[in-house]
């Protein structure tokens, strides 16, 4: 670069400034003299010389920009939105909390949805507008006859859909196969950029009631718990419900969640009957919702919550004696039956389950079983005098076994083949 090189001037990685100073940002020193590692304006401040970059930084979307992105979920209520480009505004690197937005059922089209899944499938090219940033990007499609769909593929045979309103209230087709559907479409579908648009919003009827036709397929009161009746490409417009959205005796909630079985108790804290959605475990705390508030806002005194463990201590005990008194048998030689082995232990107490772990593949005894004495208090008082048992001669291994939550003895192998009800 010439000797002339005055502040201001544009320099590229590589060129030499011949200014006298230290050197700054974008600029390095390299044989004693000043070099640009950067696209720049060379600029001087307090005799640092430094090069300010001129590469267009991130344009990050705000309120009122225009996006066009795909459907990359669908949810009950909201769709997002993979951003790929603000109209007017280059866009790179976009932080992942700006790089999705969500529309809002209520912001797909004026028309009532009961989910954004009945108006936009998955991969549809959506153009809409920014109505929020913080603290999460919202989007509307609805506000202007541009903003909509864009772009969309027949979820049955994957051909390129088109407007159509040979059927009531349906405003696409395939040409492929008989898929009929329906889209939020933007006034310009199919083609993007038309300015001046091709009036296919006009096809999404607003504020018109459905047809019943359109009625029966919209994903109503959470019939279609997979959020629309073509949301999963998979499965197509006629299957049964999945058993995993559907609650005990084949019902399920309204919004489409599986229907929670109710558990009727007692409260510990106060004694008042209540339900909660889980099997109550004895000796563990169950409060009612007025019992919680208290305990959370602190208004519950040490005599309550003594009086509570007392009864947990006391419940605790009585479920142990119903669950009877389980023994660890180890060292058996592999001829061992149950038959046999059972009777060798109802000499000391009615047995409730005797069962010798077996190998999965083989079926054969791994030496070692479990035996379930149906009261507690009986097995706990026999085990001293059957640590001396023995079985073919062979001294055999008593004890108590210990549960540990499915992972040890009692859980896993208390599940495997060959048990037996005694």
């Not at 108790?265 to 508030?293: A, H, S, W, Y």
Request: charged share 30%; glycine share 12%.
């Amino acid at each position: 670069m010439s000797s002339s090189i005055t502040e201001g001037e544009f320099v590229t990685p590589g060129e030499k400034i011949s200014l006298a100073g230290s050197p700054g940002s974008g600029v390095a020193e390299v044989d004693g003299e000043l070099v640009a590692t950067q696209i720049g304006i060379v600029s001087i401040i307090d005799g640092s010389i430094s090069v300010d970059s001129v590469i267009d930084k991130p344009r990050l979307p705000e309120v009122g920009d225009v996006v066009i992105g795909q459907v990359e979920r669908l949810q009950n209520k909201t769709a997002e939105i993979r951003i790929l480009h603000v109209e007017g505004k280059p866009i790179r690197d976009l932080p992942a909390e700006q790089l999705f937005g969500d529309v809002f059922v209520a912001e797909v089209v004026d028309r009532f949805l009961p989910a954004p899944g009945d108006a936009m499938r998955l991969r549809d090219l959506i153009r809409a507008e920014v109505i929020q940033v913080e603290p999460v990007m919202r989007l509307s499609t609805k506000h202007k006859p541009r903003y909509g769909v864009l772009h969309a593929t027949c979820p049955a045979c994957g051909e390129i859909i088109q407007p159509s309103n040979a059927v009531e209230d349906f405003n696409v087709a395939c040409s492929r196969c008989d898929y009929t559907g329906y889209r939020a479409l933007a006034d310009d579908y199919g083609h993007g950029f038309f300015e001046d648009g091709n009036g296919f919003d006009s096809l999404n009827r607003g504020g018109e009631r459905w047809s019943p036709n359109a009625e029966a397929r919209l994903s109503h009161e959470g019939s279609r718990p997979y959020l629309s009746v073509l949301a999963d490409f998979r499965r197509g417009e006629s299957h049964e419900i999945p058993k995993k959205f559907l609650g005990k005796g084949g019902g399920g909630r309204r919004d489409g969640r599986p229907k929670r079985e109710m558990h009727k108790t007692e409260c510990t804290l106060c004694g008042d009957n209540c339900e909660v959605p889980f099997q109550p475990t004895p000796g563990k705390p169950i409060r009612c919702r007025p019992c919680m508030e208290k305990v959370e806002g602190g208004d519950v005194d040490s005599d309550a919550f003594a009086k509570e463990r007392s009864i947990l201590i006391a419940a605790k005990e009585a479920a142990k004696e119903a669950m009877g008194f389980k023994l660890f048998i180890g060292g058996l030689p592999y001829e061992t039956n149950e038959e046999e082995l059972g009777a060798l232990f109802a000499e000391h107490g009615e047995l409730k389950d005797v069962h010798i772990a077996t190998d999965r593949e083989t079926g054969k005894s791994k030496g070692f079983a479990f035996v379930t004495f149906s009261n507690y208090s009986v097995g706990k008082d026999a085990l001293p005098n059957m640590k001396s048992l023995k079985i073919g001669g062979r001294k055999i291994t008593v004890q108590e076994a210990k549960e540990r939550g499915g992972g040890g003895r009692g859980g896993k192998h208390g599940r495997s083949r060959g048990r037996r009800n005694r």
